[in-house]
């Protein structure tokens, strides 16, 4: 199958400040890019929807200016958490979806504000 | 809306035993449904996926048959392996995608970790 890959895999930093996660679609130009949430013991939590070269669609209670989405090319899409404080502490996936439309899921981002 | 139900975990089985994760759904269209796994460190994996009532999924001995009149669609595999330890999660996809395909938004239940002792 397809290859997704999430960078950085484990992130720990200060309450306020930013982080920056990357997700890449190695081998297939991926029109749908899909950011998803888990906490432990739970769901996959859908928190955006995007296309390549336009706006994200965010899911009911995901706050568009805290989590920041930019999916400028078929094969990257980033995720910013702005402003981040301890309750942002999650796992963050991202999947991709190009012309078989099934969707690629990368191996997760541990986030960890301290 | 919709929502996906998985029976809760974890579940311990012996090699060679057999296998049944429960999973139900409701919706408010005609989803497809699919069986994610997710390997410790790795990605979630399509391991099988049905797209209308009575269909069949199947995949590495592991099937499900989408079962519209109980809204329902259970994991089963007759001999467990120690290789099938992983976490299993139950999904429904109601949206379409280009094409005509039924991949659209996932909804995914809670998961269910399994773990298989040789």
């Known amino acids: 199958g397809a290859v997704v890959s999430q960078h950085p895999s484990w992130v720990i930093c200060k309450s306020g400040t930013s982080v920056k996660i990357e997700c890449r679609s190695l081998d297939f130009q991926a029109t749908t890019m899909f950011w998803y949430r888990q906490f432990p013991k739970q769901s996959l939590m859908l928190m955006a929807t995007s296309n390549e070269g336009s706006k994200a669609t965010y899911e009911q209670g995901v706050e568009k200016d805290k989590f920041l989405i930019n999916h400028a090319s078929l094969t990257l899409s980033t995720l910013t958490v702005t402003s981040a404080h301890p309750e942002d502490s999650s796992f963050y996936i991202c999947s991709a979806s190009g012309n078989y439309n099934e969707q690629f899921f990368g191996p997760g981002t541990r986030l960890t504000v301290l | 809306g919709d929502s996906v139900t998985q029976m809760e975990g974890p579940v311990t089985l012996s090699e060679e035993a057999f296998l049944t994760i429960n999973c139900t759904y409701t919706a408010t269209g005609y989803p497809s449904l699919f069986w994610y796994v997710q390997y410790p460190g790795e990605g979630l994996q399509l391991l099988l996926k049905?797209?209308?009532?009575?269909d069949k999924g199947s995949n590495k001995g592991f099937e499900a048959t989408y079962r519209k009149e109980t809204t329902s669609f259970h994991l089963e595999k007759g001999s467990v392996q120690v290789s099938d330890s992983a976490v299993y999660f139950c999904?429904?996809?109601?949206?379409?995608?280009?094409?005509?395909?039924?991949?659209?938004?996932?909804?995914f239940g809670q998961g269910t970790i399994l773990t298989v002792h040789p």
């Open positions: 999904a429904l996809s109601v949206g379409r995608g280009a094409g005509g395909t039924s991949y659209g938004k996932l909804t």
């Open positions: 049905a797209t209308k009532a009575d």
